[in-house]
């Protein structure tokens, strides 16, 4: 009982106490300042993107100041990723976005609220499964669904943003190709300074990435066009502009909104949830890697639970692990979680002393960020891959794209129809595994009869099954045998290889029992070689081990042929089988 609680006590302290695995080294001024530095370029970063995020998710840019400040320092604290970059990300934006629409147009004042209340949703359904060390529930999620979705998210995520750049008020449809379609009819209307701030803040993004790609593109940009903007009066043309800037720290507060309306986020909650998470592991997962530390996907999602959790208390919104910045974390040689508790901080400087500074920034410029930013997730070649690597996986990339693109902004669609499609075609595939006679090739090995062409005999076959034994393919399993031995009117001895069965269910064992009384019924002896250890057990258990016989269980294919010529000698033929062979 005292070991059982000092396990538990253990294993809890590891799940609420993680950093303590690295705070010790911060003893090191090298370490120190590493993490110090670390923090203060991805910070650089982080302002003016969140801001850009915020404005995605349909909220005022300091919103996402606000969820870049107190959930960067949580997650690093509780997560199990050293260099993960916490903090708004496009593509929980944009989910969060699509999620709240449709309450936006019925209570325009509380999205505040809505979104607040969804990344309490999506926090406490990540730590519940952290809690639980259900993390291998994501993994349903294949990656052909989210290739798919990615680039069909990237193109959603740019065009909603080509309304901004071209200063046009953006006149929302039932789907998103139907916004997009407004836009168009709407170019005529464009309001060319923003235009030009829009496309010099490309360009400078652009530029400043490709020839100083060590500075931060995105800082130098929003400076530029902010300075420009003020001295040239670009808010006093028609030019938007992000505004007045709340100073001062997010201040807690419980989000209230109506019950029903939760019951309508459930959904979306639980899509942003996995998605987030998948983006946050897979990029730790690609850093750790590379650094060689330990990384623990329950541990991560504790952290992530917990961030979107003070994120939504602290007038957030949802959060999640951001590719680009972690990227240039790691770069920057983080060494420990301290790297994000500095960004944090000075986010919080900002948030305190520097937001009059961010009056004059141009949302053509936000938009810019958004668009370039977005722009790499946009990637042919691993749905080209997956559909080289097997169609099926292919398929289900381009289902998943054309369905998110086709039902936006309702963009859980997508996900729920690859889902349901990956795990369809996984069913397909498993229903109907190989079932192949082999027999002697010349190289001694036992092969695929119809594949080498083989000379088989006429009263002794041995079949190869290469799958598991379940409700869903145990009848394919029943015909092909008695196709084989429709096939064969002289057969005298069958052989049926499991090496390949890992599983067998009830209906399996029950379905192979019906076999063998088939078998013995046309006077054919059934033999079963190669199967593992718990299979036997189970066969035992059900008494299916004594009822078939044990002595007609062998470790090799050849013993049965052997034991099969001892007992009927001349009446079958082995001889394509038993000349020299190697089991």
Same mark, same amino acid.
């Given at each position: 009982?005292?070991?059982?609680?000092?396990?538990?006590?253990?294993?809890?302290?590891?799940?609420?106490?993680?950093?303590?695995?690295?705070?010790?080294?911060?003893?090191?001024?090298?370490?120190?300042?590493?993490?110090?530095?670390?923090?203060?370029?991805?910070?650089?970063?982080?302002?003016?993107?969140?801001?850009?995020?915020?404005?995605?998710?349909?909220?005022?840019?300091?919103?996402?100041?606000?969820?870049?400040?107190?959930?960067?320092?949580?997650?690093?604290?509780?997560?199990?990723?050293?260099?993960?970059?916490?903090?708004?990300?496009?593509?929980?934006?944009?989910?969060?976005?699509?999620?709240?629409?449709?309450?936006?147009?019925?209570?325009?004042?509380?999205?505040?609220?809505?979104?607040?209340?969804?990344?309490?949703?999506?926090?406490?359904?990540?730590?519940?499964?952290?809690?639980?060390?259900?993390?291998?529930?994501?993994?349903?999620?294949?990656?052909?669904?989210?290739?798919?979705?990615?680039?069909?998210?990237?193109?959603?995520?740019?065009?909603?943003?080509?309304?901004?750049?071209?200063?046009?008020?953006?006149?929302?449809?039932?789907?998103?190709?139907?916004?997009?379609?407004?836009?168009?009819?709407?170019?005529?209307?464009?309001?060319?300074?923003?235009?030009?701030?829009?496309?010099?803040?490309?360009?400078?993004?652009?530029?400043?990435?490709?020839?100083?790609?060590?500075?931060?593109?995105?800082?130098?940009?929003?400076?530029?066009?902010?300075?420009?903007?003020?001295?040239?009066?670009?808010?006093?043309?028609?030019?938007?502009?992000?505004?007045?800037?709340?100073?001062?720290?997010?201040?807690?507060?419980?989000?209230?909104?109506?019950?029903?309306?939760?019951?309508?986020?459930?959904?979306?909650?639980?899509?942003?949830?996995?998605?987030?998470?998948?983006?946050?592991?897979?990029?730790?997962?690609?850093?750790?890697?590379?650094?060689?530390?330990?990384?623990?996907?329950?541990?991560?999602?504790?952290?992530?639970?917990?961030?979107?959790?003070?994120?939504?208390?602290?007038?957030?919104?949802?959060?999640?692990?951001?590719?680009?910045?972690?990227?240039?974390?790691?770069?920057?040689?983080?060494?420990?979680?301290?790297?994000?508790?500095?960004?944090?901080?000075?986010?919080?400087?900002?948030?305190?002393?520097?937001?009059?500074?961010?009056?004059?920034?141009?949302?053509?410029?936000?938009?810019?960020?958004?668009?370039?930013?977005?722009?790499?997730?946009?990637?042919?070649?691993?749905?080209?891959?997956?559909?080289?690597?097997?169609?099926?996986?292919?398929?289900?990339?381009?289902?998943?794209?054309?369905?998110?693109?086709?039902?936006?902004?309702?963009?859980?669609?997508?996900?729920?129809?690859?889902?349901?499609?990956?795990?369809?075609?996984?069913?397909?595939?498993?229903?109907?595994?190989?079932?192949?006679?082999?027999?002697?090739?010349?190289?001694?090995?036992?092969?695929?009869?119809?594949?080498?062409?083989? /000379?088989?005999?006429?009263?002794?076959?041995?079949?190869?099954?290469?799958?598991?034994?379940?409700?869903?393919?145990?009848?394919?399993?029943?015909?092909?045998?008695?196709?084989?031995?429709?096939?064969?009117?002289?057969?005298?001895?069958?052989?049926?290889?499991?090496?390949?069965?890992?599983?067998?269910?009830?209906?399996?064992?029950?379905?192979?029992?019906?076999?063998?009384?088939?078998?013995?019924?046309?006077?054919?002896?059934?033999?079963?070689?190669?199967?593992?250890?718990?299979?036997?057990?189970?066969? /035992?258990?059900?008494?299916?081990?004594?009822?078939?016989?044990?002595?007609?269980?062998?470790?090799?294919?050849?013993?049965?042929?052997?034991?099969?010529?001892?007992?009927?000698?001349?009446?079958?033929?082995?001889?394509?089988?038993?000349?020299?062979?190697?089991?």
């Amino acid at each position: 009982m005292a070991n059982a609680l000092t396990s538990i006590v253990g294993d809890w302290k590891e799940r609420f106490t993680p950093f303590l695995a690295w705070i010790g080294e911060l003893k090191d001024g090298n370490t120190l300042k590493a993490d110090a530095i670390a923090g203060l370029t991805v910070a650089l970063v982080l302002v003016p993107q969140s801001m850009a995020y915020a404005q995605l998710a349909g909220l005022p840019p300091y919103v996402g100041l606000y969820a870049s400040f107190l959930p960067v320092i949580i997650a690093a604290i509780f997560g199990s990723s050293r260099q993960l970059a916490t903090g708004p990300v496009a593509i929980v934006s944009l989910l969060t976005a699509a999620a709240l629409e449709p309450l936006a147009i019925a209570s325009p004042e509380g999205y505040m609220a809505y979104a607040a209340i969804l990344a309490f949703m999506v926090g406490i359904f990540q730590l519940s499964l952290g809690l639980l060390r259900l993390g291998v529930l994501v993994d349903f999620l294949s990656h052909p669904v989210v290739v798919g979705f990615t680039n069909a998210a990237a193109i959603i995520i740019a065009s909603s943003q080509v309304g901004k750049i071209f200063g046009i008020a953006t006149r929302k449809g039932e789907h998103h190709y139907e916004t997009v379609w407004h836009i168009i009819q709407d170019l005529p209307q464009t309001h060319f300074i923003t235009l030009g701030m829009g496309i010099l803040s490309i360009f400078l993004l652009i530029a400043i990435k490709k020839f100083t790609p060590k500075l931060p593109n995105v800082l130098i940009t929003v400076v530029i066009c902010t300075l420009l903007a003020y001295f040239f009066g670009y808010e006093t043309q028609g030019g938007g502009v992000v505004g007045i800037v709340p100073s001062g720290l997010p201040g807690f507060k419980v989000p209230e909104v109506e019950f029903n309306q939760i019951v309508h986020l459930m959904m979306s909650a639980l899509v942003i949830g996995v998605l987030g998470f998948v983006e946050a592991i897979s990029v730790a997962k690609a850093i750790s890697s590379e650094t060689r530390q330990r990384l623990s996907a329950n541990q991560e999602l504790v952290g992530q639970g917990l961030a979107n959790l003070v994120s939504s208390l602290f007038q957030g919104y949802a959060v999640s692990g951001s590719f680009s910045r972690s990227a240039v974390n790691f770069s920057a040689d983080a060494r420990t979680g301290l790297s994000s508790v500095i960004t944090g901080i000075l986010v919080a400087i900002t948030l305190l002393f520097l937001t009059p500074l961010l009056y004059h920034l141009p949302q053509a410029t936000l938009a810019a960020v958004i668009m370039v930013a977005v722009f790499n997730l946009i990637k042919i070649k691993p749905i080209v891959h997956a559909w080289k690597v097997h169609r099926h996986d292919g398929f289900v990339a381009v289902a998943v794209f054309v369905t998110t693109l086709f039902f936006a902004p309702h963009l859980e669609k997508g996900i729920i129809v690859g889902v349901l499609l990956s795990l369809g075609l996984f069913l397909y595939r498993t229903m109907s595994p190989h079932f192949v006679e082999v027999c002697r090739h010349e190289d001694g090995t036992l092969r695929d009869a119809d594949l080498f062409d083989l /000379k088989t005999s006429d009263t002794v076959s041995i079949f190869r099954y290469d799958g598991d034994l379940y409700f869903g393919n145990a009848g394919y399993l029943e015909g092909k045998v008695l196709n084989s031995m429709a096939e064969k009117p002289d057969l005298k001895v069958m052989v049926l290889d499991f090496e390949s069965v890992d599983l067998v269910d009830s209906t399996g064992e029950e379905t192979l029992g019906r076999i063998c009384e088939r078998l013995d019924a046309a006077g054919i002896e059934l033999y079963i070689a190669r199967a593992k250890k718990p299979m036997l057990d189970a066969f /035992k258990r059900s008494g299916l081990l004594d009822k078939i016989g044990e002595d007609r269980f062998f470790r090799e294919r050849t013993q049965a042929i052997r034991h099969a010529k001892e007992m009927m000698g001349d009446e079958i033929d082995v001889e394509s089988i038993l000349k020299p062979i190697h089991t």
